[in-house]
């Protein structure tokens, strides 16, 4: 079946760095996304991993392993304006994305 | 990067009418779109995969006689609720690819809030 965790809530303060992790089990596998949702808004896109490794993208970063089925979004010098929704996101054998249910982060000062 | 519109942006019906939301790319060609739903505090599930000139790919629990999509254009695709009830309110979003690429970014629609009453 498909699978997707990751923790359901987070919380940070400003200027810190605070790392989301995912695992998944799909049954293919065809790039991994990390998206960003406000209450009440579309997601939208972070990253996207289909090669192992890190891929940085100014004060975010993603990281990928697809032997261990793990990615993780690092978000650094946090703002306030980072709280929202982070979702997980792998395309399997389709185009499609499979979602996993988001971590919720709470940034405060 | 690609924009993606949808309308209504939100809409409140009454039990037992029929919905429906436009999803359009803008300023690209989508062969395929995508429709998710999204409960409160939910992550978003796909319903459907629209493809354009043929029938939907239905998810497995999405009954494709309630939730008609027709994606009539290479810009367009429509979902209809129909006979909507309560439990159908929810924030519908739909998606666009742009094309063939190695990174096949999805690009989202800002999404339609449906409350039926």
């Known amino acids: 079946g498909q699978n997707i965790d990751q923790p359901t809530e987070m919380t940070a303060t400003e200027g810190a760095i605070v790392q989301i992790n995912c695992t998944y089990q799909?049954?293919?596998?065809?790039?991994l996304f990390w998206y960003q949702q406000h209450a009440g808004e579309a997601p939208t896109f972070l990253s996207y991993?289909?090669?192992?490794g890190l891929e940085e993208k100014g004060r975010f970063s993603s990281f990928l392993s697809r032997s261990k089925g793990y990615s993780y979004l690092l978000l650094k010098e946090l703002q306030m304006k980072d709280s929202a929704s982070y979702l997980c996101?792998?395309?399997?054998?389709?185009?499609?994305?499979?979602f996993g249910k988001g971590t919720t982060l709470s940034v405060s000062s | 990067g690609a924009v993606v519109s949808q309308h209504p942006s939100w809409v409140i019906c009454k039990s037992g009418t029929s919905v429906k939301i436009e999803c359009r790319s803008l300023?690209?060609?989508?062969?395929?779109m995508f429709w998710y739903r999204q409960f409160p505090k939910q992550s978003l599930m796909l319903m459907a995969t629209?493809?354009?000139?043929?029938?939907?790919?239905?998810e497995q629990g999405v009954e494709k006689d309630k939730f008609l999509i027709n994606h009539a254009s290479l810009t367009l695709s429509t979902l209809t609720v129909t006979s909507a009830h309560p439990e159908d309110s929810s924030f519908y979003i739909c998606?666009?690819?742009?094309?063939?690429?190695?990174?096949?970014?999805?690009?989202f629609g800002p999404g339609t809030r449906l409350t039926v009453l």
């Open positions: 998606s666009a690819n742009p094309g063939p690429s190695s990174y096949n970014e999805q690009f």
């Open positions: 799909t049954s293919g596998f065809n790039g």
């Open positions: 991993n289909v090669l192992d």
């Open positions: 996101a792998v395309r399997d054998l389709g185009t499609a994305l499979i």
């Open positions: 300023d690209f060609q989508a062969t395929t």
């Open positions: 629209s493809n354009e000139g043929s029938k939907a790919t239905y």
